[in-house]
């Protein structure tokens, strides 16, 4: 199937609208895990993707310590390489395997960025990552930030990255990071119940011709059609999102304001409530994509017509003033 694709930035690499995210592949075992799952339909979610016409897979070093690195690495060399979609994903945080539950530590020194590098490349499988990504910034600053992306610069002058890129970075940091190097692209949360990058981080990126993939646009799946207080109850002992104050009481009730608000929008257009969760995110100008996690290949089924789907003025006003309404989340409302 051929998707819509952008370019990434001032990237060499166009990407579809919508890639797959391969958190919940890591499976659970660790602080921020969705519970169990199994390999084999991991893989067999990755190679639906690609099917279906999805160009990049996006994960990091730290979804299930590594795990989820390894099962994207056998999928990505079990695709016939004319076919084989970008991999992207991201490192700086580290966590001990011997105490899997504890929160993982943001370290961006140049010497564990490496040992980072090197231990994905191992695990992937690939000689080069097409698009590396810092996945948090140091809390307390103990690195400059000014040193960590010079680091990321000499991997992407040693041709072991195709393009450097972070996630979770305010202007400040994005400020610093570009001057010394162009910052290709950016990961931002953004939903239509977290929408605070559309008024910071993107107009940013917009000016500076830095790509934007934006992360949970269905809220790790409280926008989407069949997500009920019965599912929160189900979820894994483990699932990090029993944790969540936005799958607790009052914030999940705001929330599935939101989403009962998508329905009618969605019934419309003749899709679900989880395209038009995502479409509304590929909206906004300056977004280049969005990632959408799956567990099966049935879950891919759910949301891939957002990417060609193009929401109009009346689905995006219904989906403003139902935001308005509800209460959840801040932020714009309104796609400029």
């Not at 579809?16 to 660790?30: E, M, N």
């Not at 070093?61 to 390894?70: N, R, T």
């Not at 400040?172 to 610093?176: D, F, G, I, M």
């Given at each position: 199937m051929d998707l819509p694709r952008r370019r990434l930035g001032t990237t060499d690499m166009e990407i579809?609208?919508?890639?797959?995210?391969?958190?919940?592949?890591?499976?659970?075992?660790?602080s921020f895990g969705w519970g169990p799952q199994d390999d084999a339909d991991s893989i067999a979610t990755i190679r639906a993707a690609v099917h279906r016409g999805i160009d990049w897979v996006d994960t990091a070093?730290?979804?299930?310590?590594?795990?989820?690195?390894?099962?994207v690495g056998r999928a990505v060399r079990e695709i016939p390489e004319p076919d084989r979609p970008f991999v992207f994903t991201k490192l700086g945080q580290v966590a001990d395997p011997s105490r899997p539950f504890e929160p993982a530590r943001t370290i961006l020194r140049p010497d564990s960025m490496r040992r980072e590098l090197e231990d994905s490349l191992r695990r992937l499988g690939v000689e080069r990552i097409d698009l590396y990504q810092i996945h948090w910034p140091e809390s307390d600053g103990t690195t400059p930030i000014e040193d960590s992306w010079t680091e990321m610069a000499r991997f992407l002058d040693e041709g072991k990255v195709r393009a450097i890129g972070v996630s979770n970075f305010d202007v400040?940091?994005?400020?610093?990071c570009e001057a010394i190097r162009h910052v290709d692209s950016l990961q931002p949360p953004f939903s239509a119940i977290r929408r605070d990058a559309a008024g910071t981080v993107i107009p940013w990126s917009v000016e500076h011709r830095t790509g934007v993939i934006v992360y949970s646009?269905?809220?790790?799946?409280?926008?989407?059609?069949?997500f009920s207080r019965e599912r929160v109850e189900a979820m894994a002992e483990d699932d990090w999102r029993r944790r969540s104050p936005a799958f607790?009481?009052?914030?999940l009730s705001r929330n599935l304001a939101v989403r009962d608000a998508l329905r009618p929008i969605a019934e419309r257009h003749g899709t679900t409530v989880a395209a038009v969760a995502v479409a509304w995110t590929l909206a906004w100008y300056g977004v280049t994509g969005a990632i959408v996690g799956a567990r099966s290949p049935e879950q891919i089924d759910g949301w891939i017509d957002a990417a060609s789907l193009e929401l109009d003025e009346t689905g995006l006003e219904a989906v403003a003033v139902a935001v308005e309404g509800s209460d959840a989340g801040s932020g714009p409302t309104r796609p400029t």
């Open positions: 579809t609208r919508v890639g797959l995210g391969a958190w919940a592949i890591g499976g659970g075992g660790w070093a730290i979804y299930g310590l590594g795990h989820s690195e390894e099962v400040p940091l994005l400020e610093r646009p269905m809220q790790s799946g409280i926008l989407t059609d069949r607790n009481e009052p914030g």
